[in-house]
Every structure is written in C-alpha cells, then in structure tokens.
C-alpha cells in the first residue's frame, strides 16, 4: 500500500514564537525549529504546520501580514527558511504553511494604495462602504471586540475587518485579489512547501447585500459577535468555487496537502458545515472539526462527534482529528484538569482514530496552560476581554525542552512566561523516563506506522460496558481493537478471539487475551 504522507502520517503544529529561540532575543525562530528536526523525526512527525511567520506587525502575531513572500526578521530570514525546507526533506518532513488570506495587516502595501483614495486601482481588494444614514453599514461585529467597521476619515468610508481593525478584509469577489493569492501559494510550492493550512477559510466571501445577521437568544457571553449567528458574513457558496481551482493548482503540484480551519457558531455542532469544505474530494484534503476541541471528557460525548463526523464525511474526503491549538486552552487542562493519566487516554484516541491526527507542540509532554497574570497578556483578545476571556497565551507558553533556566527554550527572558512546571515536565527528562507521556507517544506512534489498521483502516464502534468507548479498526485481513476505559472503575471486554495486547496506557507486557481488563482511565490497543 502507498503510504501518502498527509493521510497516513502524523502532524504536529507548530507555534514558531514558542518553539526555541536560536538567537537569544526571547521569541522562538526559524533556526530553532531546524535545530529540532531530529526531535520531531524520533517523535515521528511526517509533517510540520507552522503557524505564520511572514513579515507582520504582530498584532496578532503574525495572522496579520504585510508580505506573503517574505519572513519576517523575528524569526530569520529567507536563507533559514529554504535551509528548514532542506532538512526537513532529508527527514521526510513535510513543511506545512499557515495562509493568512481573509484578511491582511493594515500595514501592508495593498491596503495602504486601497485606503489612499476612492479611485485606487486596489481599492476594490479590500471590502469598503460609505455607510447607511451616516452609521455602520450593518450590525456585523468583530471576532476580537467591537463593530467589524472601521471608519476612515482618509476617504470618508468604512473597511471591513472580522477579527482586529488592523486586519481589514480582502474583498475575494474581485478575481485580482485571487489571482494574487493564488501567486502567493504558488511561490511557497516552488520553494518547496508540500501544505498549507487555511486560516478562516469560511470568511473568506460575504454576503453582497451586506444584510444583517440574526441575533440568537443567548446573552450570558458579553461578546456580542458570539451572540449572532453568521448567516452573512461567512460560509458563502461562492468559497467553494475558489476551493475547487485551488485543488487544481494543489494537484498540478503532486502530492501537496491543504487543511481549513472552520469555526462553527458557538453552542452549535455540526459536522456537515466542516465537511461541506472537503467538496466530493476536489476542494481541501482535510478540515478541522472542532467539535472534538469543545467536547469534555465524555464517552458518549466524544464517540457521538467522531460518529456524526465520519458520517458527515462519508466518501468525500478522509477525516482529521484534533484536540489543541493556538487558539483554545490545552486539551490536558481543559478537558483532563490536568490529569496525566487521561491524557494518555486521550493520546490513544487521538492516534487510532480513522484520519491525519494534529499535533499541538507540547502535547507530547503534557504541557499544561500556563498561568498568566494580566500585566503579561500579549494577546489582543486577552487584553480585550480580560478576565471574561483571558486570551490565548496560556496555550501559547515556551517549549519546555529541559530543567534549565527559561526550560531551555532561550538564555532570555522569553516573550511569554514559562510554565512553573517545567522543571518536571520537559523533554530532557522525559526522554530518561521509561514511562514518561513522551516515550507513550513515541511508542504509540511507532505502534499506528507498523499498522495498517491503524493508519489508513476503516473504524466500526462496538457495543461496550458503559464508559468504554471500543472500536476495531481494519484494513483488508488485518484488524487492530482499541478499548478506551472513560470511568474511574475497572471494567472487563470480552474479545470474543484471543487478541495480542499491543499498548496499554499503564504499561502493562504485550500478551495474548481473551478479556480486556481494564484499569481507571486505562486505554489499550489489541491486535486480532
Ligand atoms: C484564526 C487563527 O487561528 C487565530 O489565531 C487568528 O487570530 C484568527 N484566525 C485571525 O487570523
């Protein structure tokens, strides 16, 4: 079987400020990360999605870009990067590139020449509007606080932006502003980049009557743009069209990878909408569901999402699974409270489920959100929100690579303060303890290659004693079981064959069984 490296292998996002800094100036670098690639290859990553490292004023650190084709000096330069290209490809590491293409910085040239008169030949690349009885062209609000509509007494009109107001949208209804972008991603695929993940790729087209959107009956969450729903300005069927040409550019390349990030009205799940992204296999590879991201520690929970999400997809794209981001509170904190035990649990699920499991940075090792106290807030949803929304930065602490001062991700004090745990949780230890969460996911994902079932089989639930969720996973003759024990009891699974335990989250000597015992929380991996 042809292992395609975005289907069957394992990603893992990286978040460049946090990773390691090479050059000792507090904020993580590209360098940092090629210095690292042996550590990612003896995980057994096969691919890296590095959040954006363009050029940008850093508003929000990096999703607001002013030059698509540059790097930005924080985190070094073009000769780094094409150097990563180099080595990652010795180590058969994809390099994944984050797309920013919503919206740009309002620092960038084309926003600069569109803002500068009414007649600019840009000025119809970004979303412009004089307004409606001198007020707001319509009740749309922004992700990150406030109208979405900015007035600009240069020319006397309002721009569009659905995050900060220095991120104005692109106006994707004028073909220049694709044919631009579209230059852009061919500039990454010919210096070798073989992904790209697409940034709130539902945004990207608006409704051209710019109606209002419906308000929802929910009024405890004080962030206005959360208690609508967005019916106008997003999710768009032009998006689609522009989807369908980009898988053609994709495949004229061969074997390149594009994943979207679909965020759904808050409180609502459904998987159909991320799904809907996928086409019938010509428009993105894969899209996130973050329904996964939102679910508590829930047997029935969890197994009715990955249901519903292998259902909405059915044959027209091959699933994804993730659990962090840069976004959200880490999973071990939000949903485990930290447990390691759990964790490990949830380390199972993640890497035997049918579909390219995500990585985030750290979750190898469990780091936790880190604990920051306002004064060093460096988000601008943080600093917005504060304390309702606290922002992102507490999944967005330092690598903790060993019990050194700054956990050895800098010789400076880092941009973010380090985990207090770090003297504890870090790779250099975990890498001595045999039964460290570090040398589980090395093992687990050792386990997931040398499995056929496991990377690319198809997945059937099986009736199960309550609280244990259990699947089989088969591909042609070859079948792997995977019980998951989400109680603090122990339960007992009848195997109905004798089956050759593989991996148990307690650490227990491969054997062959008929009845899985199953310990509090355990998570076991069976070969048939
Ligand atoms: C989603 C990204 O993941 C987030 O970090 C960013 O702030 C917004 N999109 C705006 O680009």
């Known amino acids: 079987m042809k292992k395609i490296w975005w289907k069957h292998g394992v990603i893992y996002q990286i978040y460049p400020r946090s ?24 995980l057994g990553i096969d691919g890296v999605w590095l959040s954006p490292i363009y050029r940008s004023p850093m508003y929000d ?15 070094g330069t073009m000769r780094d990067f094409k150097r990563l290209i180099k080595e990652a490809e010795k180590r058969n590491i994809a390099i994944i590139m984050d797309m920013v293409f919503n919206h740009t910085s309002h620092l960038h040239p084309w926003f600069l020449e569109s803002r500068s008169s009414k007649d600019n030949p840009k000025r119809d690349w970004y979303i ?39 991120q104005p949208d692109l106006n994707w209804r004028n073909p220049r502003v694709k044919r631009a972008m579209f230059d852009v991603l061919r500039f990454w695929l010919d ?25 929802k009956l929910r009024l405890t969450n004080p962030r ?18 522009i989807l369908k040409e980009m898988r053609v550019l994709f495949d004229s390349y061969g074997d390149i990878m594009s994943v979207g990030e679909v965020y759904l009205d808050e409180g609502v799940r459904d998987p159909h909408l991320p799904a809907s992204f996928l086409g019938d296999n010509d428009e993105l590879h894969l899209n996130f569901n973050f329904s996964t991201i939102f679910a508590s520690f829930d047997c029935h929970e969890l197994k009715t999402i990955l249901v519903d999400w292998y259902n909405a997809i059915g044959n027209r794209g ?14 071990i904190t939000r949903m485990l409270k930290n447990d390691t035990v759990k964790a490990k649990l949830l380390a199972v699920l993640l890497l035997t489920q049918k579909g390219t499991p995500f990585i985030y940075y750290g979750e190898e090792i469990g780091m936790v959100d880190g604990k920051i106290p306002y004064k060093y807030i460096q988000d601008p949803l943080g600093k917005k929100y504060w304390p309702f929304h606290k922002g992102r930065d507490k999944a967005r602490t330092p690598m903790q690579w060993n019990a050194t001062k700054y956990a050895g991700f800098s010789a400076v004090k880092p941009w973010l303060p380090v985990n207090q ?12 303890e045999e039964q460290s969460m570090l040398q589980f996911y090395r093992q687990l994902i050792v386990l997931r290659k040398s499995h056929e079932a496991l990377y690319a089989g198809d997945i059937e639930f099986m009736s199960a004693p309550g609280e244990v969720m259990l699947y089989r ?7 792997c079981i995977v019980a998951l024990n989400f109680s603090s009891k122990v339960k007992e699974v009848n195997c109905n064959n004798t089956c050759k335990l593989l991996l148990s989250t307690y650490n227990k000597q491969n054997s062959d069984v008929h009845t899985i015992t199953l310990q509090p929380f355990e998570a076991v991996i069976c070969s048939l």
């Open 421 to 432: 745990d770090y003297q504890r949780t870090n790779v250099t230890i975990q890498l001595q």
């Open 191 to 215: 210096n070798g980049v073989k992904g790209f993940r697409f940034d709130v790729i539902n945004l990207l087209v608006k409704d051209r009557q710019f109606r209002n959107n419906p308000y």
């Open 318 to 331: 091959w699933p994804c699974h993730v659990f962090s981001n840069h976004d959200q509170s880490r999973a």
């Open 128 to 166: 412009w509007h004089p307004g409606i009885n001198k007020k707001v062209p319509n009740n749309w609000m922004a992700a990150f606080g406030g109208r979405a509509w900015e007035w600009d007494s240069l020319t006397n009109e309002y721009y569009l932006h659905l995050f900060t107001r220095q």
């Open 19 to 42: 990773f390691k800094d090479s050059n000792n100036d507090g904020i993580g670098d590209i360098n940092g990360i090629t210095d690292n690639l042996d550590y990612l290859q003896d």
């Open 224 to 241: 206005r743009h959360d208690q609508q729903l967005h019916k106008y300005d997003r999710n768009q069927p032009e998006t689609h069209d």
């Open 61 to 75: 650190f990096g999703y607001d870009v002013s030059d698509y084709c540059a790097i930005d000096p924080v985190f």
């Open 473 to 479: 996973r088969s591909y042609k003759n070859k079948q």
